[in-house]
């Protein structure tokens, strides 16, 4: 019988062992009974969710950067024509050059860059992500925030909490419950490349935090009469702090800000 691999915290590995989690996981990454053309799972672990994928997905990439696992990976879906198993650190694949999915039971304490890949990936369509529940509600405005990240995103991808997986149901349980990110890229985007280009300087002018609140700093470069108007059209306060802002106001304010 062969022994348990060890979980290695270096890699910060948290395996999902509800097999409910995981069906609800693989649903949200392949919606509505669609097939993905290509698909990319990050940490592939032991294949928990790789199984529940591949009859979705035409091509199924599983990379997966611990070298203990990848035998009994490779066994198990030796027979599974459409998975490749990828013993390498998803951070360093090359993005497809065509349309492509990534889901994941991402490590917690690598989802910042996996994220960062995801957005940096031309042809990315949809990402679904099982991450740490605080980064799930504070990227996708559940806490009534927004962050940075977000707002800079937003014309261009959708960001939406679609689910919460407690903690019992990995193993090792970890000190904190999961949330379910789906990051899709919009089929049309809300401004186009110059227009994309104006709103970073806007966002990132207002998330300076020069001046106490965003009206503050929006003043800094635009004149306090457009910035009134802005807020006037955005239905906001004077006082509002930056991360009170939802996507839409931010929309609101390029349009009056920004000829």
């Known amino acids: ?58 091509r199924l990439l599983a990379y997966e950067i611990d070298p203990r696992l990848l035998p009994a990976l490779r066994s198990r879906f030796s027979q599974t024509p459409q998975v490749r198993v990828i013993g390498e650190d998803f951070l360093t694949a090359r993005p497809p ?8 039971n991402v490590p917690f304490s690598r989802t910042a860059a996996i994220v960062d890949w995801c957005l940096r990936a031309p042809a990315l369509t ?22 940075r990240l977000t707002v800079l995103t937003w014309p261009r991808f959708e960001w939406r909490m679609v689910g919460r997986v407690g903690r019992h149901s990995f193993r090792p349980v970890p000190r904190v419950d999961a949330g379910i ?23 990132e002018l207002g998330f300076s935090g020069v001046g106490g609140c965003l009206h503050a700093s929006l003043r800094r470069v635009h004149p306090r009469r457009r910035v009134d108007a802005a807020f006037r059209r955005a239905g906001l306060d004077a006082g509002v702090l930056v991360g009170e802002v939802p996507p839409g106001a931010w929309l609101a304010l390029h349009e009056v800000l920004v000829p």
């Open 1 to 58: 019988m062969a022994r348990p691999t060890r979980v290695s915290r270096a890699l910060s590995q948290n395996f999902l062992a509800d097999p409910t989690a995981a069906r609800r996981l693989a649903r949200l990454a392949v919606p509505h009974g669609r097939q993905a053309p290509l698909m990319l799972e990050v940490g592939a672990g032991k294949g928990a969710l790789t199984g529940l994928l591949a009859p979705h997905c035409q």
């Open 97 to 104: 050059r065509t349309p492509f999915s990534v889901a994941g």
């Open 126 to 147: 949809d990402a679904t992500l099982l991450t740490q529940l605080e980064y799930a509600r504070k990227r996708t405005g559940d806490y009534g925030s927004w962050t």
């Open 181 to 203: 990110v789906r990051i899709e890229r919009r089929r049309t985007p809300l401004l186009d490349t110059a227009g994309y280009a104006s709103w970073r300087q806007l966002v």
